[in-house]
T-cell receptor
Framework: DSGVTQTPKHLITATGQRVTLRCSPR?????VYWYQQSLDQGLQFLIQ???????AKGNILERFSAQQFPDLHSELNLSSLELGDSALYFC?????????????FGPGTRLTVL | GESVGLHLPTLSVQEGDNSIINCAYS??????FIWYKQESGKGPQFIID?????DKRQGQRVTVLLNKTVKHLSLQIAATQPGDSAVYFC??????????FGTGTRLQVFP
């Protein structure tokens, strides 16, 4: 158990809908990273927050957004969902603000868009 | 999208043998590399890392080798065990904020 929790574990929804994925980092960790893992693209970095502020952006679509709250949990919002958004979404947390600090991954949320 | 490539998508080894998983990276400016292990139904787990000023780093039963000349990274697992069965990813840094992951190699350990 990494200490990172993600909810829900599974999510099934329809195209055009909007969903919110939630991540609680390990106690004491200030950074939260979001990743998408799909069969054709592998593991892709989406976005990072550090202590409430956006720190880095990766291959995140404009339809996707995220935020980190004062209690350091984070939410990833996916809107206008398309079939191609079906994937595993992982969050990871680390104590520091750069990738040189070990990241601890949560168990993931499996999103299925029908 | 950007990716770090792997030579072998699936590696089958006998329990007790040594395993070698390879990875080619594209950015000669990358200065930090990480190996992750992902078991079925779980998120990736850090195994070992190495900075570009090193050629070799050892952990418990694992060794990472870095050859900057040919931009090649390898993960060696000694005395492979059934619990080592998983998908292994290498990751390469792009600046201080971004990790680029390889496509993964599945390691299967048979008795």
């Amino acid at each position: 158990d990494s200490g990172v929790t993600q909810t829900p574990k599974h999510l099934i929804t329809a195209t055009g809908q909007r969903v919110t994925l939630r991540c609680s980092p390990r106690s004491g960790d200030l950074s939260v990273y979001w990743y998408q893992q799909s069969l054709d693209q592998g593991l892709q970095f989406l976005i990072q927050y550090y202590n409430g502020e956006e720190r880095a952006k990766g291959n995140i679509l404009e339809r996707f957004s995220a935020q980190q709250f004062p209690d350091l949990h984070s939410e990833l919002n996916l809107s206008s969902l398309e079939l191609g958004d079906s994937a595993l979404y992982f969050c990871a947390s680390s104590v520091g603000g750069t990738i040189f600090y070990e990241q601890f991954f949560g168990p993931g949320t499996r999103l299925t868009v029908l | 999208g950007e990716s770090v490539g792997l030579h072998l998508p699936t590696l089958s080894v006998q329990e007790g043998d040594n395993s070698i998983i390879n990875c080619a990276y594209s950015n000669s400016a990358s200065d930090y590399f990480i190996w992750y292990k992902q078991e079925s139904g779980k998120g990736p787990q850090f195994i070992i890392d190495i900075r570009s000023n090193m050629d070799k780093r050892q952990g418990q039963r694992v060794t990472v080798l870095l050859n900057k000349t040919v931009k090649h990274l390898s993960l060696q697992i000694a005395a492979t065990q059934p619990g080592d069965s998983a998908v292994y990813f290498c990751a390469e840094t792009r600046g201080p904020d971004k990790l680029i992951f390889g496509t993964g190699t599945r390691l299967q350990v048979f008795p």
